[in-house]
C-alpha cells in the first residue's frame, strides 16, 4: 500500500510548488488539479468511496469554474517581490517548515500504527448504524443521522456563502464607484 | 462568453441528460450507495454548467432562470430545518428520525431509513441551485450589468 501512496503524495507536493512558481496562471491551476485527483486516488485506495465521489466532483467543477473566471480576467501572475522582502519571506517561511516537520515527527512516535483507529468512539457507531437507522450506508447514517447538527450547519453555511457571494457580485442596488 | 463549436455543442446536448440523470441517482439512493445529497447536487450543477459553457451565456441570460436558482435554493435549506423541526411538532427531541420510528421499513430497499432520503433530497436541491447560481455570478456576468 504504502509503495503506491508514497509516489503519489510526492506528485501532490510536487503539484502544489509547480501551482505556486508557475507565472502563468492556467497552468498553475492544471497543476492545482494534480493535487485534487492524486487525492481522490488516495481515498480510492483507502477505501473511502464516499470521499473519493464528493472530491471528484467537486474538484472538476471548481477548476472548470477557476479557468472560466481566468479566460474572464488575466492570464499573467503579476506579483513580484524583491530584496529585503523576499530574503524575509524565504527565512520565515523555513523556519516554519523546520519547527512543523520536528513537531510531527513527535508526534507521529505516539500515534498508532497506520490501519488501526485512534478512537474508540467509532466502534459503536460501526455496531450501531444499520440497526438504529435504517440506512444501508453507514456514512449517510453518521452525517445525517447520529451527527445530524453538524449537517444542518453545513447546509446553512452553504447557503450563507451563497448569499454573500451573490451579495457581493451583483449590480442592483450597488452604487457606482 | 460565446458558444462553442457544433461538436461540443452537440456532444454536451448528449452528456447533459445522463449527468443530470446520475445525480438525481446519487442523490435517491444516498442511504443505499456512496455518494448522497452533497455528490449529487454538484453533478446536477455540473450538468447546467457544461451547458452553458457549451452554448454560451446569451441563451441563458433569462431573469428567470437565475430566479428559479435561488427560490430553489432557498426552498432546500427551508425543507432541511422543517425535517429537522419536525421532531418537535411530534413531541419528541429536535432532529429524531420520526418517520423512520412510526414505519421503520426494511432495509436495503429504496423505501427505508425515515427522513434520511429526504434530508438527501433537500441537500441535493440546495447544493445544486446554489453552487449554479454561484457558477452564473462568477463566470457569466459583466460589470454594470442585472443579474
Known sequence: MLTILVPLLVLMILGAVIALESKDLLSGIISLGIIGFALTIIFLLLQAPDLAIVQIIVETLTLVILIAAILKTTREDTTETFGFKKILLWGIGLIAIAAFLLVTVNIFKH??????????MAQPYIDLGLPMTGAANLVAAIILDFRGYDTLGEATVLFTAVAGTVAVLRSVGRKRA | MRGMTPIVQCISRLMAPS?????????????????GGFAGGVLIAGAFVLLVLAF???????????????????LGLFFFWFLAVMGLIEGVPFFVNVIAKANPGHPYRLFSAGIIPLCNAAIGMEVAAGLFFVFMCLAILKMGEKP
Open chain 2, 56 to 74: 454560451g451565456s446569451d441563451e441563458w441570460r433569462s431573469r428567470a432562470l437565475n430566479w428559479n436558482a435561488t427560490v430553489f435554493e432557498s
Open chain 1, 111 to 120: 500515534l498508532p500504527p497506520f490501519g488501526s483507529p485512534v478512537l474508540r
Open chain 2, 19 to 35: 449527468i443530470f440523470l446520475l445525480g438525481v441517482y446519487v442523490v435517491l439512493h444516498g442511504h443505499l450507495t456512496p455518494g
